[in-house]
């Protein structure tokens, strides 16, 4: 066999090859559908959601004014009490406030989830803004839709060593 020879069944069969990955991303066709023997190979199972996760859900959706979403973080008395201000606002305005008061915050510190009862954690959270920082607790109940945030506590500021944005020397 030429070395020409070769080199054209090589080019056919990467070709070959490229074509058949193709074809199988357009056919939805996946490696973990391949079966192995009587093992079928699968994708590991997604992570429950944490109550920092739904921490973070909250806040993202309060950052883009996603209200609806900003609503399902919340279940009980907190819940009804957000619905009411929306109810007395319109959805726009509601938006607008939720982007407005999330603007000056510059990053944020969640700590560990602290177990209070068997369906409830509480976990602070941390704002840093521009000029200072301010902690507040959250109280989270674990129920059929996952965590959701029951109540919060009062913002209380935090003395900081160094603020925000302060040039390194």
């Not at 883009?64 to 959805?91: F, H, N």
């Not at 726009?92 to 939720?98: I, Q, S, T």
């Not at 160094?162 to 020397?169: D, E, I, K, N, R």
């Amino acid at each position: 066999m030429t070395k020409e020879r070769k080199t054209q069944i090589v080019t056919i069969a990467v070709l070959t090859a490229a074509f058949g990955v193709v074809l199988a991303q357009k056919t939805g066709w996946k490696i973990s559908d391949v079966k192995v023997g009587d093992i079928v190979q699968s994708p590991a199972p997604k992570a429950e959601p944490s109550p920092q996760d739904a921490i973070y859900a909250m806040l993202d959706a309060a950052r883009i004014g996603d209200v609806k979403a900003y609503l399902t973080s919340y279940t009980g008395q907190m819940d009804a009490a957000l619905k009411q201000s929306l109810a007395e606002t319109t959805e726009a305005g509601f938006a607008k406030y939720l982007k407005d008061s999330n603007a000056a915050v510059k990053g944020i510190a969640i700590s560990e989830p602290q177990t209070v009862t068997d369906r409830e954690v509480k976990v602070r959270v941390e704002y840093v803004y521009q000029d200072r920082n301010e902690a507040q607790t959250m109280y989270l109940e674990k129920g059929a839709g996952g965590w959701k945030i029951s109540r919060v506590d009062g913002a209380e500021r935090v003395k900081t060593l160094v603020p925000y944005g302060t040039p390194v020397q």
